[in-house]
């Protein structure tokens, strides 16, 4: 995967921004469910509840675990605003 095929992760919490980094693809924890960004999804506002958020950068798995927030998607541009 080149790196204009990447998508832009920011994570924020209340205290701080947690994580900003490009990444090749997101699965999150809906309300309705989980589910996956991938390169140029269509653009989504969700709320999310108690799971792992988790991210490939690199080809290595990364997570890290919400209680609840939203994320928002847009152009390949994810920003999750999220208690921990």
């Known amino acids: 995967m080149s790196a204009s095929d990447n998508i832009h ?3 924020l919490t209340p205290e701080k921004t947690l994580l900003e980094k490009p990444v090749s693809k997101i699965s999150l ?3 309705k469910g989980r589910f996956m960004i991938l390169h140029n999804h269509a ?4 709320s999310l509840e108690e799971g792992d958020l988790v991210y490939e950068s690199e080809g290595v798995e990364e ?10 998607v ?3 541009e ?3 605003c999220v208690e921990l």
């Open 9 to 11: 992760l920011t994570i």
């Open 29 to 31: 924890p809906g309300s």
């Open 43 to 46: 653009p989504l506002i969700s």
């Open 63 to 72: 997570r890290v675990h919400v209680m609840s927030g939203f994320v928002e």
């Open 74 to 76: 847009i152009d390949n």
């Open 78 to 80: 994810v920003v999750a």
